[in-house]
């Protein structure tokens, strides 16, 4: 073996195992204005094959459709009102999001749920709003990309209304045993993020990761937020990208006790079949 093949030998070692998808980006977010190309070939060096986008305002759903668009086969977005901005969900407002959600680089509708954490909308706005959702994603038959913050009796209450069973990913879960039960039980995919890398704040959680079956069990970075604490050396802008996804996936493997190479193939294999995405 030549030292060049030797030097190969060693890349491919390096590189993660098997194909990431990372299923909560917000790549539509300013800070990636400056280098938002640059962030999707390091997402893809890194292993992370494709992205959804998320959508949290009518504005942002627009830029996420549209990088999908110049990515064909590896940017995906999602088109909903997060409910923060719940008080823009406004009867007109609805029939535009409708018309974003139809489109086919669209493979959900969310954002969409409850934060009664920061409750920067009123609650009631925040309900109507979360209906009004749910309602679309039915009419068009796309699953649901959900958040949900402080507010969990009210959320499944109105998760039970909608339907028995749930087609949609509780994104950025953070919660406990009991939480993950009711949400395993309404039918969801658990979308776990760098919160789990936190030694301050994420233990609770890995406790909780053989728990999910490998079906339902999604990774995501929610970038540009949730940078992960024990990513070393640490970005001096502190800004998560996608490119990170491979710390998170080691963190669950680890809190599975199973190959990282089995939880990159399933949480992949699930990705794709939630949001019905081709093999990149
Ligand atoms: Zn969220």
Redesign the pocket.
Known sequence: MSDHSTALASLAAAAPAAALIDIGINLAHESFDADRDAVIVRARDAGVVQMVVTGSTLASSMRAIALAREHPRTLFATAGV?PHHATELTGARLTELEELARQPEVVAVG?CGLDYFRNLSPHPAQQQAFHAQLELARRIAKPVFL?QRDAHGDFTAILREHAAVWHGVA??FTGSAAELQCYLELGLAIGITGWICDERRGTHLAALMPQIPPARLLLET?GPYLLPRDLKPRPASRRNEPAYLPQVARAVARARAEPLETLARSSTAAARALFQLPVA
């Open positions: 997060h954002e958040h994104h950025c929610d």
